[in-house]
């Protein structure tokens, strides 16, 4: 059986490593099953580091997440106009983030229905054209805060390109800062106010403002100009389950793509697609040097490999949907044996345990 594993101290590496960097308290961004690391186990984690604000985006995560979570807070980072979205958030006394009027208007009809005040952060868009007030629109933003059973906590933005462009992230940044400035004339005192993400921390000077939003870089596979020091996590492994030996001449894997060249020893390893090998997805990012380099691999027919033992095999025959094939020939590798895959965890089927070790 496959499993995602996760060097449990490595990770408590990356952690400390990101709260020294970032000065300000770091609020976790455990969105799309922790990033791939299981939500219930990564939250444990970050919550055992002190970190005591969460992020997701989907309602659906609220439930599962409070199991870990005691007290801490959650911060909901989609802005919904969806009167049963609000509900949750608003029945859990979670964070509610507030990007339009409509969605406004729905949290506080939501909140006053049910008797309670919501805590809010309100949203700007700088630039990622999704959620939030744009620039422009900062009478309406202001508005909000004067609807009933409405409490606003905090303030914040998301940067579109702080992997590859500095100095539009600034830009973005000095768009924020305006905005929470003339909210901040209007209004009085708007809470913590954050901005950066994992790349804006660690490509980009000065974004930290109250706090930050740290997800993809406590795994270590986000894209950085330089070395950032953090640890690559996540290995999908499992454990080889047969071997055999085929003459030269012989097909193997669907539609008999793949012919070997010579008497081959073969490992028989239980990962496929359907654990998330094979998928893609290598960068927790993409910019044009990647599709560069898939491009580059496509042109060349470079071939994808598992380790067994530490040691590097080549794929044969193609992957399947739960066993790939592996050329061992020359080795004395033997069922039990280990072999993994190095993907990312956002790849891997969330019904693969996650392990951490």
């Known amino acids: 059986m496959s499993r995602y594993v996760i060097d449990k101290k490595a990770l408590d590496e990356n952690i400390e490593l990101v709260k020294q960097k970032a000065g300000v308290p770091v609020i976790g961004v455990v969105k799309g099953n922790g990033y791939g690391f299981g939500i219930k186990e990564f939250a444990a984690v970050l919550k055992e580091h002190g970190i005591k604000t969460f992020a997701v985006t989907e309602v659906t995560d609220i439930a599962e997440l409070k199991e870990v979570l005691d007290g801490e807070d959650i911060l909901v980072m989609r802005s919904t106009c969806v009167e049963s979205e609000a509900e949750i958030i608003a029945k859990n006394g979670c964070t509610a983030t507030i990007g339009s009027v409509s969605a406004a208007k729905v949290m506080s009809k939501v909140s006053e229905r049910l008797g309670v005040t919501t805590k809010c952060h309100l949203k700007i868009d700088t630039g990622m054209g999704r959620y939030g007030f744009m620039p422009s629109e900062i009478e309406d933003a202001i508005g909000c805060y004067s609807l009933p059973n409405l409490k606003f906590t905090g303030m914040y933005t998301h940067f579109s390109s702080a992997f590859r462009n500095r100095e539009l992230t600034k830009a973005q940044l000095v768009l924020f800062r305006d905005a929470a400035e003339q909210i901040k004339k209007a209004v009085g005192e ?44 996540g290995v999908l492994e499992a454990e080889v389950v047969d071997t055999k030996v085929v003459p030269k001449g012989y097909s193997i894997g669907y539609n008999g793509l793949y012919t070997t060249k010579r008497e081959t020893k073969i490992a028989i390893v239980p990962i496929g697609h359907y654990d998330g ?81």
């Open 190 to 233: 708007v809470g913590v106010i954050h901005a950066a993400n994992s790349p804006a921390l660690l490509n980009v000077e000065d974004v930290c403002l109250d706090s930050v939003r740290i997800g993809s870089a406590f795994t270590g596979r986000v894209i950085t100009r330089s070395k950032s020091g953090l640890n690559r996590l």
């Open 277 to 357: 090998f094979g998928l893609g997805k290598e960068k927790e990012l993409y910019d044009f040097r990647y599709v560069l380099s898939v491009f580059k691999r496509f042109l060349k027919k470079q071939q994808m490999y598992v380790r067994i033992n530490g040691e590097m095999h080549y794929v044969i025959g193609g992957i399947g949907l739960s066993h790939t094939a592996v050329d061992i020939t020359g080795t004395d590798i033997k069922p039990g044996d280990i072999a993994t895959v190095d993907i990312s965890p956002l790849m891997v089927n969330p019904r693969v345990p996650r392990v951490y070790r």
